[in-house]
């Protein structure tokens, strides 16, 4: 007889439960994430034994929402967001129960960062004409390949990666999805200096790297419906993460223009009331995706927010620096480093505005991403496609 899945007032009994055995201020950050996982308090909506209950998944706030009132530690989602926001669903969906139980609680922790090895030099925007190659050897892989714009590769355990294994036949037909270790031989990480000054991207060079095939996440040429899954998570992930009202960008150039009065121009009041609306607009469209999404996966609705996301993030980011006049000029520090997470809110308006001009390209382009919205969510005519039954191989390359 199978257990009713738990309403709103039984999570908040057993999070009061939890935090009345788990001293949030006492002990080790780790353990405490670790209990929080096995108590199905981590993904309330996953299933009993991968960190959650079975629950709605609208009730996810309100149980994240208890546990930082009580101070509790969390496991650090700005480091870890294509762990949380992009693996972790895929190896839900396509995973072994073995996957499963050996990756999603050391992704929920933090204990093991994610990397996405997607793109390629001569496969960015097109990703089913990428060319890393996995050939099967007995019962493991070996591919080669780069990968490039690898976020976070040089802080990371593990990848989640598709590669070409069948080269005969439509280039969206011949991909497979692996889960790769990024500890193994022949991985070779390399970073690469951005606008900023920093290097949170790499480009990633796989040189006969074995990966064992269970390591293989859904069936052998199944890569395309894999990847899928995760770049719908990816959009939702970047353009739909919960925020209150004036949180993110615009919240710190209202506060500018609040503390400032002597920047303001009629013109630029103008500029700031739209930014602000925008914003809001997207939040409250937010909201609505995330509603939907307690009824199953993410769509191409997500494409949307995404896009809202990059065009709102330059255009504040923009005015800000109009804002400051000669002072936007400035940049702090061109040091080159490789960094643990992106922070827009807290750090230089010069940084804001020269990485804001990223977001437009991670995640899926906003060329793309118009493209998807106008096929799949509006119902508009697709773009001719002449490669669409030609096989890989007989690709231009």
Known sequence: MSTAPPDAEELERRVGEFLAAHDPSAGEPLEFLR?????????????EGLGGLGAPRSLQPAVDRAFAEAGAPTNHPERNGIGLGMAAPTILAFGTDEQKRRFLRPLWTGEEVWCQLFSEPGAGSDLAALGTRAVRDGDAWTVNGQKVWTSMAHEARWAILVTRTDPDVPKHRGMTYFVCDMTAPGVEVRPLRQITGEAEFNEVFLTDVRIPDEHRLGEVGQGWQVSTTTLMNERVAIGGARSPRE???????????????????????DALLRAWVETEAARLTGERLRQQLTAGQPGPEGSGAKLAFAKINQEVS?????????????????????????DFTRRSPGYRYLRAKGNSIEGGTSEILRNIIAERVLGLPGEIRVDKDVPWKDLPK
């Open 318 to 342: 923009g005015l800000e620096l109009e804002l400051l006049g000669e002072d936007g000029l400035r940049y702090d520090d061109w040091t080159m480093r490789r960094p643990a997470e992106v």
């Open 247 to 269: 949180g993110g960008m615009i919240g710190v150039v209202a506060a500018l223009w609040r503390d400032r009065p002597e920047l303001r121009t009629p013109d630029l009041h």
């Open 35 to 47: 209990a929080r996982f096995d108590a199905g308090l981590a993904w309330v909506h996953y299933p």
